[in-house]
């Protein structure tokens, strides 16, 4: 820009300058003009154009960009404008620049879970499976086994009541009746008579 060469050289030229200003001006003018050359993509198309091309995360990252530059900028004006800078304003800058640090820590930490490698679990387990040489039926048949429930009934005699067996059937065939019968045979056994007598 030749308004900027031009100021930088009447800065350089002037002696209603401090001296110790001028050096600090053209450093600042170098730097705007730096800025302006950066952001000269950004400013060369329509704004929403260059959005739609952008990815969600690039998209962050320029956002964030123009809340910074801009945050900056003020500063510097403020600065420059040569009034005391009130305490409110000084705090509030602060809080704004820590937010942005905030944002630019979670947008990494999602940059970085973005590049790492995501594992298949279901290829993973296949893979394993047939590298350990189980066949495809056994493994068919192990899909197909329901799943044991997670929270099961403790009986009194501290076994699973799914593992409990039914003892005595509520029918049962008639040869067997004597073995199922509900009064015990205390006469038919001669070991039980024998040590009452």
């Known amino acids: 820009m030749a308004g900027q060469e031009d100021l930088g050289e009447a800065v350089t030229t ?24 950066n952001l000269k993509p950004l400013t060369a198309k329509p704004y929403h154009d260059i959005l739609s091309t952008l990815s969600p995360l690039e998209k962050s990252k320029v956002g964030i960009m123009e809340v910074y530059s801009i945050n900056t900028l003020y500063w510097v004006l403020m600065r420059i404008s040569g009034e005391d800078v009130d305490t409110t304003l000084k705090d509030d800058y602060r809080v704004e620049m820590n937010r942005l640090k905030e944002i630019q820590s ?5 940059e970085r879970r973005a590049g ?20 495809a039926r056994r493994e068919e048949e192990d899909d197909d086994i329901e799943e044991i429930p997670n ?25 067997y009746a ?14 039980f008579v024998e040590s009452w007598q």
């Open 106 to 110: 979670r947008l990494s930490e999602v």
């Open 14 to 37: 002037r002696e209603d300058f401090p001296p110790g200003m001028a050096p600090k001006i053209l450093s600042l003018l170098k730097n705007l003009k730096q800025l302006e050359d």
């Open 116 to 135: 790492r490698t995501r594992i298949d679990r279901q290829a993973a387990g296949r893979f394993i499976r047939q590298g350990l040489g189980r066949s």
């Open 178 to 191: 004597e073995e199922y019968s509900e009064e015990p045979a205390v006469e038919s056994n001669p070991r």
């Open 151 to 175: 929270k099961r009934k403790k009986t009194y005699l501290g076994t699973y009541e799914s593992e409990v067996k039914e003892e005595y059937p509520e029918e049962y065939p008639e040869e």
